[in-house]
């Protein structure tokens, strides 16, 4: 495996001119960042030596290299899901990339469903810990010492001063958000009203079918961790309603604003 990350981050590196910083992976809601970004280069993933190739609606596949208020970044459009029958060790091989290319700073988003009951639909949430309920770990087997240690540190996977700063940006810029724990679990079926029930017993703010073996994979290799989420649909007894993945990505679009503002000004604060 470490030679496939080796030569995927070497094509990468050799076919444009920037040396990234920041890995953004544009999950549901936060598309919007596209506009913020100068491009330098973009390739679709299946021009990529080793990269999967995104099959859900609503995510195109493309790798985009260019700059944020002159910060060099590269951005994912489209991730992988565990629910489209890839492998942990697929759905978290961009991210090994990432670091490989010198990537230190991971930002991601996602859509969720709310548990906490003070949650309301279209509410972004920045997530200050994750619960693994996937069922699996993208770190199981040999552990590949080269990339990280075999037992890491999940203490504090988010990292506790972009989450200050991100908080700092909302309340300048009068956007509310909350702040929570994401409970990550493999979908694709959103949950029973027992499961969301479950979940929230558990300890979880939101529930959602992404992020979590992405942050281990980070958190493996020492990366800074940032992420946030918006409550697309309510897991709360009493408010729970048929959802459809189309109604996920209307209410993640409207938010859309919201979340480029607070990740672009935070991109512009990150400096390593
Ligand atoms: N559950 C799981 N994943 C989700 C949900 C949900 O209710 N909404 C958006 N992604």
Redesign the pocket.
């Known amino acids: 495996m470490l030679e496939r990350i080796r030569q995927t981050a070497h094509f990468l590196t050799s076919i444009q001119s920037i040396e990234p910083k920041i890995g953004i992976i544009l999950g ?1 809601g936060l598309g919007g960042l596209i506009k913020e970004i100068k491009p330098i280069k973009v390739i679709d993933y299946d021009q990529i030596p080793d990269f999967p190739v995104s099959t859900v609606e609503g995510h195109h596949g493309k790798l985009i290299f260019g700059t944020i208020n002159d910060i060099p970044i590269m951005a994912m459009q489209g991730r992988f899901h565990y629910y489209e029958g890839y492998t942990m060790q697929q759905v978290t091989f961009p991210v090994r990339v990432m670091k490989m290319m010198g990537i230190e700073t991971l930002i991601v988003s ?5 548990l906490n009951p003070d949650f309301k639909v279209g509410d972004i949430m920045i997530i200050t810990d994750h619960i693994n309920m996937f069922g699996t770990n993208p770190l199981l087997g040999k552990n590949i010492a080269a990339l990280g240690p075999r037992f890491p540190d999940m203490s504090q996977a988010y990292d506790k001063k972009l989450i200050t700063k991100a908080l700092e940006i909302a309340d300048r810029n009068n956007i509310e958000v909350k702040q929570g724990v994401y409970l990550g ?1 493999s ?1 694709p079926t ?2 029973t009203p027992s499961e ?1 029930k479950l979940f929230r017993i558990m300890g979880a703010d ?4 992404s992020t979590v073996p992405e942050v281990i994979v980070a958190r493996h290799m020492n990366m800074t961790c940032f992420g946030v989420s918006i ?5 709360v007894p009493g408010q729970i309603v048929e ?1 459809t993945h189309e109604e ?1 990505q209307q209410v ?1 679009a409207e938010q859309e604003p919201k979340m480029t503002k607070i990740i672009s000004e935070l991109i512009a604060q990150i400096r390593n």
């Open positions: 549901t996602n859509a969720t469903g709310g679990t979908g959103f949950e969301y939101v529930v959602g079918m409550v697309t649909d309510s897991g959802i996920v993640a």
